[in-house]
């Protein structure tokens, strides 16, 4: 990476980040870094524990998957501050919204893979054999071992979810929202299969298998939803808020402020996400003989772009009737 080519790692392309989301990305970083030492020592222990408990064997493979959310945030931050290029004259910021495909595929992988291989196990009545071990020199069913690993190794995945749920909305990454789903499905299969343990030690032995398929739903539920908002992201769609449900309210701000302006008789916006910021058009009518100059034309363009950080790339575009994808919608404050 040559000077020319990139920033400060607190910078979007050509453009500094405000003080607050320097801080906020800072943060982030140290707690993805972070999240995968975590991550990668769950797994190792984990594994060493898991003997032939099914609800364990899926932990450590969603520990090994749970990698790749902080892993992808990692390595997009650090394509995002690279400067556009003339063969990525919109900059790098898309790179974000691969991480956040990876994210969500990680997800959608692990609770397709945990519903069917406990279902089979479940199917198939296989009884999970929990034996004993001896830590010194005192003998134990194994299963209570697995069970204080289960809960010891969530509570990082617990903490770091919450704080990246915090985080995702101040820096408006869509990656980060998936990482905090995937410490949710993470925590939350830690304490399914603890109890699934303490019933395949009361003589229930399909409790094991039982827990991790009713903990699946939800993570493939989770893995869906990101799936959506990723591709969606990718293929251009309509702007969102962080969590990809509602459209996002800086399009129907952009549009009000343009319509102040007494050489503008029209104005609508299309705005795309691309990673953390804003591509956005904004097309405007001028009143019939009254066509807007430049400097009028780039003092609104500038008043808008200072409305948001987010609104990274913005253009004003003057034409004689509003584009043809242009429909009468409701204000998006409204909706």
């Not at 900059?91 to 919204?97: C, E, L, P, T, Y």
């Not at 495909?101 to 069917?116: D, I, K, M």
């Not at 009713?214 to 908002?229: A, P, T, W, Y």
């Not at 007494?262 to 956005?280: E, L, N, P, Y």
Request: some cysteine; glycine content about 6%; overall charge negative.
């Amino acid at each position: 990476m040559s000077a020319k080519q990139s920033q400060s790692a607190t910078s979007f392309g050509m453009h500094d980040l405000p003080q607050k989301q320097q801080d906020t990305l800072r943060k982030a970083k140290r707690v993805e870094r972070i999240n995968i030492v975590t991550k990668v020592l769950a797994v190792v222990i984990v594994f060493s524990v898991a003997g032939n408990s099914q609800a364990m064997k899926a932990a450590w493979i969603e520990d090994a998957l749970a990698i790749l959310p902080p892993l992808a945030f990692l390595v997009a931050v650090r394509f995002i501050s690279l400067k556009p290029t003339p063969q990525h004259p919109y900059g790098f910021h898309r790179a974000m919204g691969v991480g956040h495909l990876v994210a969500a595929v990680a997800l959608l992988v692990f609770g397709t893979f945990l519903l069917v291989d406990s279902a089979m196990g479940l199917f198939a009545g296989e009884h999970p054999a929990i034996g004993l071990i001896e830590i010194f020199g005192i003998t134990m069913w194994a299963g209570w071992l697995m069970i204080v690993v289960s809960l010891v190794v969530v509570i990082p995945a617990f903490i770091i979810g919450r704080i990246n749920a915090k985080l995702a909305p101040v820096l408006h990454n869509k990656v980060l929202y998936a990482d905090a789903d995937m410490n949710k499905a993470e925590w939350m299969t830690g304490v399914a299969t603890s109890v699934g343990l303490l019933g395949v030690g009361a003589g229930i032995w399909w409790f094991d298998a039982a827990a991790a398929i009713i903990i699946s739903f939800d993570i493939i539920n989770d893995g869906v939803k990101n799936l959506r908002g990723s591709l969606a992201d990718l293929i251009d769609a309509r702007a969102t808020e962080s969590d990809s449900h509602k459209p996002h309210p800086l399009m129907a701000d952009v549009r009000e402020k343009l319509r102040e302006y007494d050489w503008v008789d029209k104005a609508d916006v299309r705005m795309r996400v691309q990673g953390q910021v804003f591509h956005t058009e904004a097309f405007v009518v001028p009143p019939e003989g009254r066509p807007p100059s430049l400097e009028e034309l780039e003092e609104a363009r500038t008043t808008c772009a200072d409305m948001d950080w987010k609104l990274h790339d913005l253009v004003i575009i003057p034409v004689e009737e509003m584009p043809e994808e242009f429909v009468p919608q409701i204000d998006e404050k409204e909706q």
